[in-house]
């Protein structure tokens, strides 16, 4: 049996790249083996920045025998292929989100891992921070009772502003509902249960954009997917939501609260791993904050679960399960605001396991 640290290779040296290896280069249970790109000039120049040893295209990467597990950072049109492709290398996948562009290639990508013995992950992973994990905790607890009803809201002028390469965030398989919404449905959806159905509506305020830094700034593109969607869900265990997914908006707005039959609960912005986590009952004045325990390290918390699991022969959390029902969810929501019906949800994911509060990602825990 293999013990010792997990080797892990990333896939995708875009910017979202240096959030991964600031935090992964610290986890003592992991060790990052190389960085792949079709740029593979820039893949080398990553790889010298974080001291990883290799820098250079997939094939060279995933060649490598001590990689165990692959992070597929890639732009959503190329999820699948990419974790396909890993897989096939023997290698297990962790991938940003969304799992793939449609749930049909997301079932591929499991069915394939499941005929190789293979495990797959799915960002988010900000679901296993301090502040969600806290709030699943204050739910467990019975802090508002028994939950009935979630509202959740994010809303900006959209990315374009800062992001130097941002005309990907506007195409298919992004917009507000694909790139911002999994960290909403995934947080509701690891303390509320699977999702059963939706209904929405959708729209798209500008046909182009412009983008506002970097080398192409002043550069128009053009957007194709709904800048704007709002939608109801309805969960199997009973609760409701209501959502709203915008690019639209000047003013910015996150939050995510949960109401029961005692109180309501105010989550932490779900794209962030801390706090503050509050709530108020009926008998209060004022909102409480909550202590918020627990690992608030950043992304690559779900790689780091996924390895200690794969050294462990347990579960891990971020599951493609999760990630492909989430997926299921948001392509049922888009098809509710084109058809202007209800669409139900046919898959399920199991609520993920609550990490022990004591989980210490800096801590070495599998030895040579």
């Known amino acids: 049996m293999t013990t010792g640290p997990v080797g892990v290779a990333l896939v995708g040296a875009g910017k979202i790249s240096g959030e991964y290896l600031r935090n992964l280069s610290a986890f003592p249970d992991v060790r990052v083996l190389g960085v792949a790109d079709l740029d593979t000039a820039r893949a080398a120049e990553v790889a010298r920045e974080w001291d990883v040893p290799i820098g250079g295209d997939v094939e060279t990467v995933l060649a490598l025998p001590e990689v165990e597990i692959v992070v597929n950072l890639t732009i959503p049109a190329a999820h699948a292929d990419v974790a396909i492709t890993a897989l096939r290398a023997g290698k297990h996948v962790y991938g940003e989100k969304p799992l793939a562009l449609t749930p049909d290639e997301g079932r591929e990508v499991l ?89 929405a509506t959708a729209r798209q305020a500008k046909a182009r954009r412009v983008i506002g830094s970097g080398p192409k700034g002043g550069t128009e593109f053009t957007v194709e997917v709904p800048t704007h969607v709002m939608a109801l869900i309805d969960f199997t265990a009973g609760p409701s939501a209501s959502s709203t997914f915008s690019f639209d908006s000047s003013a910015r707005v996150t939050m995510i609260q949960i109401t029961g039959t005692e109180g309501t609960l105010s989550l932490p912005d779900p794209n962030t791993f801390g706090g503050p986590l509050r709530v108020r009952s009926a008998k209060d004045d004022d909102w409480r904050d909550l202590p918020v325990e627990g690992a608030s390290a950043g992304r690559g918390l779900g790689v780091l679960d996924m390895a200690r699991a794969l050294r462990a022969d347990l579960p891990h959390r971020a599951t493609g399960l999760l990630g492909l029902h989430v997926l299921e969810a948001m392509t049922a929501i888009a098809e509710s605001a084109e058809r202007g019906e209800f669409r139900r949800i046919e898959s399920a994911a199991p609520v993920p396991e609550p990490l022990p509060v004591d989980w210490d990602p800096y801590e070495a825990t599998l030895q040579v």
């Open 111 to 199: 069915g394939e891992a499941g005929m190789r013995g293979l495990r797959v992950g799915s960002a988010p992973d900000t679901f296993l921070g301090a502040g969600l994990q806290s709030a699943a905790r204050a739910l467990a607890d019975g802090v508002i009772g028994t939950p009935v009803a979630a509202t959740a809201v994010m809303q900006n002028p959209g990315p374009e502003s800062w992001h130097p390469n941002p005309e990907f965030l506007y195409q298919r398989g992004a917009g507000p509902l694909f790139d911002i919404g999994p960290y909403y449905l995934t947080a509701l959806t690891a303390m509320l249960g699977p999702v059963s159905k939706v209904a």
